[in-house]
C-alpha cells in the first residue's frame, strides 16, 4: 500500500493526515464525517464557530457541496482551478454545520499540488482541510513543520517537499451578487476580475461570511514581532538595542555585521518569493530565540497585498 493509499484509508477511517498543497499544509479530515471534524478542532484548539475550507478532487464536485452556484463561478474554476483560490458559495443542505461555523455558506477549492490531488481522487469526496498548524501560530510550508508543530498526534504526514506558494489561498465570495476578496492571497483582484469581468470588492462587511484566516491575530510566531515603516527601522533597532534586547530583522538590504545582539535576515525584493519564504522565516526566527522581531513593512501596491496582510495579522498576535 502506498503512502496515499494510507492517508485515504486513514481519512476513511476517521482520522486526520497532514498533506502538502501549494499553498501550506493542511490538516485533513473527512469534511462529511462530524466526528472526523471534530478532530481538526480539537488538534488545533480552533474555535468551534470558524470555518473550515472543503478540499476537492476536481470541479465536478462542486454541485455536492454548494447550490445557487452562479455562472462567474464556472467560469472562476475552469480558469483557476487546481489553484490558490478558495471560493465561498451557498452551502448544499448536506454539509455539516462544523464545516461552516453554522453559516448558509461553504468555503471549496481545489489545491494545485500534484500529491494533495492524488489524495483527493483516491479518497473520492472532499476534505476539510485548515493549515497544520496550531491556532493563530505559523504555518506549515513543509512536513518537518507539520511534525515539530503536532509531533505524534497526527499520525501520518504526507511529504510533498516545499509548498511552491508559501502563503494561503485568496478567498473569493461569490454567494451574493457582489463579488468580494474576503482574503487576499497571491491570486490578485485584477487577474480574478479578468475573467469575473469587474473587479472584485476587497474585505468584507457585517453581512459577509465569516472565512478562515480573517481573524485580527492569526499566523503569529511565538517571539514578540514588531512591524515597522523602512524609513523607521534604523530607529527601531537602535532603540531596542539600546534596551539590551536581541533582535531579529527581516528587511530590504544588509547591514554591517558585527553585533551578536542582531541577526538580519534579508528580504526579497519579489512579492511571490517573498511570500514564499514568509512563513519558513517566521519559524526560524522563533528557533533563534531572540527577544524581538523588527520587520519593514513591505512596498505599498496590490502585488504586496497578502503579504502586508499576513504581516499585519502576525504582528497583531505576537505580542
Given at each position: 500500500?502506498?503512502?496515499v493509499?494510507?492517508?485515504?484509508?486513514?481519512?476513511?477511517?476517521?482520522?486526520?493526515?497532514?498533506?502538502?498543497?501549494?499553498?501550506?499544509?493542511?490538516l485533513?479530515?473527512?469534511?462529511?464525517?462530524?466526528?472526523?471534524?471534530?478532530r481538526?478542532?480539537?488538534?488545533?484548539?480552533?474555535?468551534?464557530?470558524?470555518?473550515?475550507?472543503?478540499?476537492?478532487?476536481?470541479?465536478?464536485?462542486l454541485?455536492?457541496?454548494?447550490?445557487e452556484?452562479?455562472?462567474?463561478?464556472?467560469?472562476?474554476?475552469?480558469?483557476?482551478w487546481?489553484?490558490?483560490?478558495?471560493?465561498?458559495?451557498?452551502?448544499?443542505s448536506a454539509?455539516?454545520?462544523?464545516?461552516?461555523?453554522?453559516?448558509?455558506?461553504?468555503?471549496?477549492?481545489?489545491?494545485?499540488?500534484?500529491?494533495?490531488l492524488?489524495?483527493?481522487?483516491?479518497?473520492?469526496?472532499g476534505?476539510?482541510?485548515?493549515?497544520?498548524?496550531?491556532?493563530?501560530?505559523?504555518?506549515?510550508?513543509?512536513?518537518a513543520?507539520?511534525?515539530?508543530?503536532?509531533?505524534?498526534?497526527?499520525?501520518?504526514?504526507?511529504?510533498?517537499?516545499?509548498?511552491?506558494?508559501?502563503?494561503?489561498?485568496?478567498i473569493?465570495?461569490?454567494?451574493?451578487?457582489?463579488?468580494?476578496?474576503?482574503?487576499?492571497?497571491?491570486?490578485?483582484?485584477?487577474?480574478?476580475?479578468s475573467?469575473?469581468g469587474?473587479?472584485?470588492?476587497?474585505?468584507?462587511?457585517?453581512?459577509a461570511?465569516r472565512?478562515?484566516?480573517?481573524l485580527?491575530?492569526?499566523?503569529?510566531?511565538?517571539?514578540?514581532?514588531r512591524?515597522?515603516?523602512?524609513?523607521?527601522?534604523?530607529?527601531?533597532?537602535?532603540?531596542?538595542?539600546?534596551?539590551?534586547?536581541?533582535?531579529?530583522?527581516?528587511?530590504?538590504?544588509?547591514?554591517?555585521?558585527?553585533?551578536?545582539?542582531?541577526?538580519?535576515?534579508?528580504?526579497?525584493?519579489?512579492?511571490?518569493?517573498?511570500?514564499h519564504?514568509?512563513?519558513?522565516?517566521?519559524?526560524?526566527?522563533?528557533?533563534?530565540?531572540?527577544?524581538?522581531?523588527?520587520?519593514?513593512?513591505?512596498p505599498?501596491?496590490?502585488?504586496w497585498?497578502?503579504?502586508?496582510?499576513?504581516l499585519?495579522?502576525?504582528?497583531?498576535?505576537?505580542?
Amino acid at each position: 500500500m502506498t503512502d496515499v493509499s494510507r492517508a485515504a484509508a486513514a481519512l476513511r477511517a476517521g482520522e486526520l493526515v497532514a498533506f502538502p498543497t501549494e499553498t501550506v499544509y493542511g490538516l485533513g479530515a473527512d469534511a462529511s464525517n462530524p466526528a472526523a471534524v471534530a478532530r481538526i478542532f480539537a488538534a488545533k484548539g480552533r474555535p468551534a464557530d470558524h470555518p473550515l475550507i472543503v478540499h476537492l478532487p476536481d470541479a465536478s464536485h462542486l454541485a455536492r457541496w454548494a447550490v445557487e452556484i452562479p455562472e462567474s463561478a464556472h467560469r472562476i474554476t475552469a480558469a483557476f482551478w487546481p489553484g490558490p483560490l478558495t471560493l465561498i458559495l451557498k452551502r448544499h443542505s448536506a454539509v455539516i454545520d462544523a464545516i461552516t461555523g453554522g453559516q448558509d455558506t461553504v468555503g471549496l477549492r481545489v489545491p494545485n499540488h500534484p500529491l494533495a490531488l492524488q489524495l483527493l481522487r483516491e479518497f473520492g469526496g472532499g476534505v476539510a482541510a485548515p493549515s497544520a498548524n496550531r491556532f493563530g501560530h505559523v504555518s506549515p510550508t513543509t512536513a518537518a513543520h507539520v511534525r515539530d508543530e503536532f509531533g505524534a498526534a497526527v499520525g501520518i504526514v504526507l511529504d510533498g517537499g516545499p509548498s511552491d506558494v508559501g502563503i494561503e489561498s485568496t478567498i473569493l465570495d461569490l454567494s451574493s451578487a457582489v463579488p468580494r476578496i474576503l482574503r487576499p492571497g497571491m491570486l490578485d483582484a485584477a487577474t480574478l476580475a479578468s475573467v469575473l469581468g469587474e473587479l472584485p470588492r476587497p474585505g468584507g462587511n457585517v453581512e459577509a461570511p465569516r472565512v478562515s484566516g480573517s481573524l485580527e491575530s492569526h499566523y503569529a510566531p511565538t517571539t514578540p514581532l514588531r512591524l515597522v515603516a523602512d524609513v523607521e527601522l534604523d530607529t527601531a533597532l537602535r532603540e531596542a538595542l539600546g534596551r539590551g534586547l536581541s533582535v531579529v530583522v527581516l528587511a530590504p538590504g544588509a547591514t554591517a555585521a558585527g553585533n551578536p545582539k542582531l541577526f538580519w535576515q534579508v528580504s526579497s525584493t519579489d512579492p511571490a518569493q517573498y511570500a514564499h519564504d514568509l512563513y519558513a522565516n517566521l519559524r526560524r526566527f522563533d528557533e533563534l530565540r531572540r527577544d524581538l522581531i523588527l520587520i519593514a513593512a513591505p512596498p505599498a501596491g496590490e502585488a504586496w497585498c497578502a503579504v502586508a496582510d499576513r504581516l499585519r495579522r502576525a504582528a497583531a498576535g505576537a505580542k
